[in-house]
């Protein structure tokens, strides 16, 4: 008796430890909103106010969704559309209030099944007296540009008063910045907009600042950006220390192939330079596919044998590097 019921232990201890009873880890999501109701306040006719809405999730799968406003003057500007959130994650959604008529007006901002909805209120005024300047939006960043390329942002000067006045849109510090479109002089009359357009053209990285100058009526509006490298790839930092790694056991002072590839000389040995031994070039900037190193470290059979010889070729990251680097023009840098 004994025995059977030591055997219905253990029968039982199996049971629950060994058998596959499935995944005891539950997997949910869990919606956190900043606010349950937003009030955008009072707002006069032509005139807009922006909140904003942060979405979190402390769940531990994936918080999936999209943001739809039950009424038009109720719009998303920032964070639109659908989103997917990860766990401990979060999401900013901007919403603007710009209203049609004047009275107290109601929205509801639907986030998606995981998420309950963000009830949304504002109060419309009549028109303000006088001339009344609004800059849309009120200042511009154009974040990271790389330099010696271009990019345009616009802004709009809108008249949400009831009497015309005058602009006159200049840059206070030109620099590498131009207006393209709507600079100069214009009378905007009340529910008139003129659309200018800015643009960033850098020759050098940096950051770079100015700012636009409307008129007595409207605010100047501050412009900012950053040039960043043209070049994602360094010579020095990345392509060297392969050679250092891989290359200049075979290839240093009186190196095979008459190749020298430590790293005061490397690069002058390599860029338009003629190889002996193969009569192509070594590097031609901007031509991976007829550069002699190229062709050397992916198999080209038209360039002799695979390099480097032992060790193991090199991995496509570094191969990608040597590509992207010829491309870029083979810089020193």
């Not at 900043?34 to 106010?49: W, Y």
């Not at 960033?200 to 008129?215: D, E, L």
């Not at 605010?219 to 392509?239: E, G, H, K, N, R």
């Amino acid at each position: 008796m004994r025995l059977r019921s030591r055997i219905f232990i253990v029968a039982i201890v199996c049971l629950v430890a060994c058998s596959d009873l499935g995944d005891p880890y539950v997997y949910k999501t869990d919606c956190d909103r900043s606010t349950g109701g937003m009030n955008f306040g009072n707002v006069a006719l032509g005139h807009f106010s922006d909140r904003a809405l942060i979405i979190g999730n402390s769940g531990n799968v994936n918080l999936e969704g999209h943001v739809t406003l039950s009424d038009s003057q109720f719009t998303v500007i920032s964070g639109s559309g659908s989103f997917s959130i990860p766990p401990d994650g979060s999401i900013r959604v901007v919403m603007r209030y710009a209203p049609l008529d004047t009275g107290l007006d109601r929205a509801v901002a639907d986030l998606g099944t995981g998420c309950p909805p963000v009830d949304l209120t504002g109060a419309a005024l009549p028109p303000l007296e006088g001339p009344q300047c609004v800059l849309d939006p009120a200042s511009l960043a154009f974040g990271n540009i790389k330099s010696m390329q271009t990019a345009e942002r616009f802004f709009e000067v809108r008249n949400v008063g009831l009497i015309d006045f005058n602009v006159d849109v200049q840059l206070i510090d030109d620099g590498p910045f131009e207006i393209t479109a709507g600079g100069g002089f214009a009378t905007l009359d009340p529910g008139d907009t003129v659309r200018v357009t800015v643009k960033f053209a850098p020759t050098s990285p940096g950051s770079y600042n100015t700012r636009v100058q409307i008129g007595s009526t409207c605010d100047t509006l501050a412009v900012t950006a950053v040039a960043t490298s043209p070049f994602t790839v360094s010579y020095a930092t990345q392509i060297q220390p392969i050679y250092n790694n891989r290359c200049i056991s075979c290839h240093s002072l009186n190196g095979n192939g008459g190749l020298d590839l430590r790293a005061s000389v490397s690069h002058a040995n390599t860029i338009n330079v003629l190889s002996p031994v193969y009569g192509a070039i070594r590097v031609i900037p901007g031509d991976p596919d007829n550069s002699l190193l190229y062709g050397k470290i992916t198999g080209n059979p038209e360039f002799g044998g695979l390099m480097p010889p032992t060790g193991g070729i090199l991995n496509a990251v570094q191969r990608q590097l040597f590509r992207t680097w010829i491309l870029e023009g083979a810089q020193n840098n």
